[in-house]
C-alpha cells in the first residue's frame, strides 16, 4: 500500500522517524476528500459544524462523535455514503465500524437533539433542577444508585444503606417523577438506562468536582484563584476512574498511527490512554505523570489490574517543572508527548500560564513531537455557545482554569509565544489535536 506524504513530524530521538499511514490509494482518497467535504456541506447546512482538516484521523473524529440532526434528515445519504466509502478504501474495516456506529448513534440520538438550540431554564426549572441534581448525586455518593440497578422497594434500599425510608422515598419519588435517571413501578424503584457511563461522568465530573465552587461562588467573585482549591479532587477522579478509553479515541489512533510506542502523557488522569495502549500494543512503554494523588493512586490501581502493568508507570509530579520530575534516562527514552485535557486548565489569567507550560515541556524535550488534544472554548467568544461546552467553559472559570481559545489562531498565539510549531490540526469541534513540534 502506498504511503502518502504527510507534512513532516518532527524527528525525534531516539533515531524514530514516524509518518502518518493511510493504507489506501490517491484516487480514492481523493473521492473520499470530495465526500468529506459533502458531508462537511451537509454538516453546515443543519448548522451542526464538523471541521475535517485531512482524512485520516478527521475520519476517526468525525464519526465517533455523530452528527445527529444532519442523520434524521439524511440518513439515506448518510448510509449510501459510508457504503461507498467502506467498499472503496482498504481503511474499510474501520470505516465500517465507525459509519454502522454513527448511523446507528445518529438515529437513536435523532429526537434528543433534535432542538439544536438549548433550553432556557425559568427560574423555577433552576429552584426545582437544583434539589434535583443534589438528590441525585447524594444517592450516587451513598451508593444507592448503584444498588438500583435492579429494581427495589425504598425498604430494601433503606436497609441496605441504612438511611431514613421516608426521606429516601420522597427522594426517589421526585427522581422518578421529574427525571429520566429513575423509574417507579409496582413499588419498586430502578435506575434507567439513561444512567449511563457517560451520564454518571457529567454528574460527578460537574456537580461532584466543581459544586462547591458553584456553591462558593460569592467567595469566588471576591477571590477568584480560591475556586482552584474548592474543586474535590475526590470526586474528579472518580469521574474518570469509571471510564475507558475506546478504540475510537482520536488522540489514541494518531498515537497508534504515528507508530509512537515510547510516550509520556502529561495529565495523564486515571492512566485510561495509556493502558489502552500497553494492552493492544506489546512494545509500547509509556509514563503518565499528573499533579492529582487522588488521580494517581486510581491510575496505579488500575495499571495494576492488568497484564503488563509493569510497562506503565505513573509519576505524582507538576508538569510545569518537567525535568526535575522525570529521571533524565526517561526524558531520553521519550518519543512523544500527549497531554489530554490538561493545556485547557492555564488560561485564567491570559496566556501566560499555558505559554509557560508549553515552554517548560519543550525546554525538556526539545525538538520532539507533542500532541495537545483539546477543546476550542466558547463562552465570551460566541454569542451562544453550545450547550455542553457553555457549561464546562463555565465550570472553568469558576474554578480558576479559564476559558480556552476559541479557535486555531489563538492556540497558535500560545504556540508561536513557547516557540513551538503546529505542524497539524485534526478537528472534531469543539475538540481537536494539534500536533507540535517542540
Ligand atoms: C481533564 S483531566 C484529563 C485526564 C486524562 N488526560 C484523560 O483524558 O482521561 C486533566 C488532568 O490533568 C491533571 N493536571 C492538571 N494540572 C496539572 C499539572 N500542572 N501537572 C500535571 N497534571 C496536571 C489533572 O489532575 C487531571 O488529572
Redesign the pocket.
Known sequence: MPTIAQPSIPAHSPGHQPDFRWSSNETNLHSLAFTQRSLFRLCRSTKYIIALESISVPLAGAFRSPPAALCGITSKIVRETMAWATTNLSLAKHLHTQSAQWIEGGCVRKKASRSIAPPIWSPFDLTEGFFLSHALLTLERLGILDSLRKPLTAHDVAVKHQVNQEILEATLRMLAGRTSVVRYRSEKYQTTSAFDKLARFYLLQYAGSYGLNAHELEQILKEPAAGGRLVDREQ?KRA?EQ?QTSENDPLTRLVLQLDFTRVL??????A??LIYLAVHLKEFIGWG????PQ?CAAARRKVAAIQNGQRIKIFR????QLKSALPARIIKQVQAITA???AN?FFASGISEAVA?LSNIKAAFPGRTLLIADYYGQLGFNKKPGRVVGLHDYVQVISWQGVPPPDVAGWEKVYRAAKCKLIQTVEDLPNFIHVLKL
Open positions: 474528579h474518570f471510564m502523557d502529561i495529565g495523564c488522569g486515571t485510561n490512554m505523570i499528573d499533579i492529582s488521580m509530579a507538576d508538569s510545569r489530554k485535557g490538561v486548565e507550560w
